[in-house]
């Protein structure tokens, strides 16, 4: 449900979950449109008290209809709002992370060989802004450092506008081929974790305890 324009309404959430009900369905996780921005690989945008009276409701109705539990979809580094989610759904809560996963494999790569790091920044500069029209993201090439202006690597992982550059060119990294039918940022990229596990490792470890710490207690 978190794939539309506008935010999931109490009412409607009800009229889902309601019908599901009657046709017999067994679920344990919904996903509903909350207010606010929850765009790709950055923190929540908008009001955190609105976004804890949003999900409070929505929560009451798993309870009442379920219980089950609510997703927080695109749920990457949205820091501000997890410990109100924790609170209003007591632990019944699902966070979907995924695609910075891949950032985490970038930052290796930036410790491991920065030239190759900075040619995938530059070919997604390249491709932002025809891979963004499927994403609701507001990250500009404006406010990204250009390549040659880059200081410290690992850190353009950090910057707003930088990351969701990465984060949503991610698709035509991996898949670009040449003539040849090799995939050279794929084929490296591949190379470079499978023959240092242990920096990805770390890397991914930090990045998943930064969230689940969030949810390591359930909320009574």
């Known amino acids: 449900m978190d794939e539309t324009d506008q935010p999931t309404t109490h009412a409607e959430h009800v009229y889902i979950a309601t019908l599901l009900k009657r046709l017999g369905v067994d679920w344990v996780s919904l996903a509903p449109r909350y207010i606010g ?25 798993a309870r009442q209809l379920g219980p089950y539990k609510l997703s927080l979809h695109s749920g990457s580094d949205k820091f501000s709002i997890y410990a109100a989610a924790m609170r209003q759904t007591r632990g019944l809560v699902h ?47 404006t406010r990204a450092p250009k390549p040659e202006e880059v200081q410290s690597l690992p850190s353009l992982l950090d910057q707003f506008d930088a990351r969701q550059i990465f984060h949503i060119c991610f698709g035509s990294v991996l898949t670009y081929q040449l003539p040849n039918g090799q995939r050279p940022f794929f084929d490296h990229l591949m190379d470079l974790l499978s023959t240092n596990p242990e920096a990805y490792a770390a890397n991914l470890e930090r990045h998943f305890i930064h969230h689940l710490k969030y949810f390591s207690t359930t909320v009574s």
Do not use: N
């Open 37 to 61: 921005r929850f765009e790709k690989g950055v923190d929540y945008i908008g009001d955190v008290a609105a976004f804890e009276a949003d999900i409070a409701g929505h929560a009451a109705i």
């Open 95 to 141: 966070l979907k992370t995924a695609g910075t996963s891949y950032l985490e494999a970038l930052r290796t790569v930036a410790e491991l060989d920065p030239a190759f790091f900075l040619d995938i920044y530059a070919f997604s500069r390249e491709h932002y802004l025809t891979d963004r029209a499927s994403y609701h993201v507001s990250g500009e090439l």
